[in-house]
């Protein structure tokens, strides 16, 4: 490790992270006289934030981190290691471990890195959707999974039923696909009933063999499966996914894409510097005004000093205070504005803008496009890292900014050195010259 760069940001990262505080406060999940000795948890808190950081998933962060001696540096090595730090799967089990609560300290630790920024009395707040990872629903993509879903609990718990249906499940699926065809929509929608048909013969065929224990133990999933069934087209409270049941639909106005299928996540940065305080995944698809307790909430525990103003879209009209927040949303210039009104006005729209492309970098450069933990602690989970990721991010960007400005300082120093050699030479070569001349 004598070998590595110096001003390496990422080994510059490592030494400005308060890694004590983070070890004080995740140390509570784990037991000093049971079982297993654990990884050092400087490791796995550094795997979360490398895999956030560069885009990785669990298996490609652990392959990374034994070929990438920088990445065993910032999490807290001293010498090269050749094998592997952990399994995947360890990565799973840590993060079920310490939960939402043990990721807002990482989060936090993030936002301590940027101590003057971050306690800005203005901030800005936006939502937008974290897609899950599933395929797009359709009732018919639902009732198909259900069906097989049943076959596999057939099968373990050795169960005989009376028809599988597999044939008839085939061709319906078949028939399925024209279901946009003029002409063939009348015989989709008949596919589709008799698989709801299907679904609901096998449910019941099971439930007759079932023991009082089994019956108990399939309770919760055969109650989503009924309610499945049992839904319809332009019910509000619909099941788009069996495995992500907490899923729901959110329409934000995008011409690419009129649907997104995940949860609403919410947003606060401050308004010069642009660090993420806060960031709030919803269990239900509520309007944008009534999230505000909750971000204004999460955001005010990383801080020292209360937030005083919030600049938010025309999403969140009808809010004007919360607790002793000011909400301001910025309105369109009219007539009677004076040219100072509608340049004020015109800087507060360019200003709240700022924080679309802050989303935009969370999507595409620290995962949040889509996202790929299970449950809504999953979301909850990856959204805080991805916040996370930002703040150690901007924080690098600072860092090699800062150095340039000192590469170039020196730059230009060692320049005017060599100018004011060669303009001595020149001088004292024209006077010599001259007494030469005398």
Request: net charge positive; proline share 3%.
């Amino acid at each position: 490790m004598d070998m590595l760069d110096g001003n390496d940001p990422l080994i510059a990262l490592s030494h400005a992270i308060d890694w004590t505080k983070i070890e004080e406060a995740l140390s509570q999940y784990y037991s000093l006289d049971k079982g297993r000795p654990a990884k050092p948890l400087r490791l796995m808190a550094g795997l979360l934030m490398l895999k956030q950081l560069e885009n990785l998933s669990d298996e490609n962060v652990v392959v990374q981190w034994k070929r990438n001696p920088y990445y065993q540096y910032f999490c807290g090595l001293s010498d090269y290691q050749c094998g592997l730090p952990c399994d995947a799967t360890e990565l799973v089990k840590f993060r079920n471990r310490i939960g939402q609560a043990g990721v807002d300290v990482i989060f936090g630790a993030s936002v301590a890195l940027h101590p003057e920024a971050s306690q800005e009395a203005h901030v800005i707040i936006d939502s937008t959707a974290q897609e899950k990872h599933i395929t797009y629903p359709t009732d018919g993509k639902l009732a198909i999974k259900m069906i097989h879903a049943l076959h596999k609990i057939a099968k373990r718990e050795c169960i005989t039923l009376r028809r599988t249906y597999l044939k008839e499940i085939k061709e319906h699926r078949i028939t399925l696909r024209f279901f946009r065809h003029p002409k063939k929509r009348h015989k989709a929608r008949s596919a589709m009933k008799r698989l709801r048909t299907i679904a609901g013969v096998l449910m019941r065929d099971m439930q007759r063999s079932f023991t009082s224990e089994q019956r108990e133990s399939y309770t919760e999933q055969f109650s989503l499966y009924t309610q499945v069934l049992l839904q319809k087209r332009n019910d509000k409270d619909k099941i788009y996914s069996l495995h992500e049941p907490h899923t729901y639909a959110m329409a934000k106005g995008k011409d690419h894409k009129s649907y997104e299928f995940g949860v609403k996540a919410s947003l606060a940065t401050t308004y010069t510097h642009g660090i993420v305080v806060g960031a709030v995944a919803h269990e239900a698809n509520e309007h944008d005004s009534k999230t505000l307790q909750a971000i204004l909430h999460h955001a005010s525990t990383h801080r020292h000093t209360p937030i005083q103003k919030a600049t938010c879209d025309r999403g969140y009209r009808g809010v004007k205070e919360v607790n002793t927040t000011h909400i301001c949303i910025p309105g369109i210039h009219l007539k009677r504005d004076t040219k100072e009104e509608k340049e004020q006005k015109r800087k507060q729209f360019r200003r709240r803008a700022a924080i679309e492309p802050l989303i935009g970098h969370l999507k595409h450069d620290h995962r949040m496009a889509r996202n790929y933990l299970k449950g809504f602690i999953g979301d909850q989970i990856n959204l805080l890292m991805a916040a996370c990721a930002w703040n150690l991010k901007k924080w690098m960007n600072l860092f090699i900014y800062a150095l340039f400005l000192a590469k170039d300082y020196r730059q230009v120093m060692v320049s005017i050195g060599y100018m004011k050699f060669y303009w001595n030479l020149w001088l004292w070569l024209g006077l010599t010259q001259r007494e030469s001349r005398l």
